[in-house]
């Protein structure tokens, strides 16, 4: 009786690492999910930047009035 129990717990060990986590990390909908793993993504991280460089929010303001030789440009 209790070889059988040892072995129950082995299996049930054994099957539960091999199965993975019981809650799911993402969506089962393929759309919800595919947004998921772009939100998580490596690539992800460079959007803000790629965003900035865009709408020009990285360049300095050209309407700012900067002195050259004491005057006003």
Same mark, same amino acid.
């Given at each position: 009786m209790r070889n059988r129990l040892y072995i129950a717990l082995l299996l049930l060990a054994c099957s539960l690492g091999? &199965?993975?986590?019981?809650?799911?990390?993402?969506?089962?909908?393929?759309?919800?999910?595919?947004?998921?793993?772009?939100?998580?993504?490596?690539?992800?991280?460079? &959007?803000?930047e790629i965003w900035e460089r865009i709408w020009g929010l990285d360049m300095p303001d050209v309407a700012t009035p900067y002195r050259t030789h004491g005057g006003v440009i």
């Open positions: 091999q &199965i993975g986590c019981i809650v799911p990390i993402y969506s089962s909908s393929p759309d919800v999910r595919a947004r998921q793993l772009i939100y998580v993504s490596e690539g992800y991280r460079h &959007i803000p």
